[in-house]
């Protein structure tokens, strides 16, 4: 099992920026993709932003230029910058991995931005 714990949501302006960041714990051997997703209310759950542990990334159209994902393999960390905030980035973001083939996800944390 792998446990995934994010924390960095708020409550933040539009334009503002806010960094997550989620740990991987457990048995993180053969920890593959690291991401991220997010939830409006009312609204399917949606790929952000995703990277493999060799570092290639891939975003969502409406985040790319404003969103940055990162991680740092030693510390088994996932990190998402995110600029220019938008009153339509509101939502849950969870955090997502791969490992040996099964995906786990964290409980999320809330991330909303007021106009």
């Known amino acids: 099992q792998v446990q995934l714990v994010e924390s960095g949501g708020d409550l933040v302006q539009a334009g503002g920026s806010l960094r997550l960041s989620c740990a991987a714990s457990g048995r993180i051997f053969g920890l593959n993709v690291m991401g991220w997703y997010r939830q409006a209310p009312g609204k399917q759950r949606e790929v952000v932003a995703g990277i493999t542990r060799g570092g290639r990334t891939n975003y969502a159209d409406s985040v790319k230029g404003r969103f940055a994902i990162s991680r740092d393999n030693a510390k088994n960390m996932v990190y998402l910058e995110m600029t220019s905030l938008k009153p339509e980035d509101t939502a849950v973001y969870y955090c997502?991995?791969?490992?040996?083939?099964?995906?786990?996800w964290g409980q999320g944390t809330q991330v909303t931005v007021s106009s």
């Open positions: 997502y991995a791969e490992a040996l083939s099964r995906d786990y």
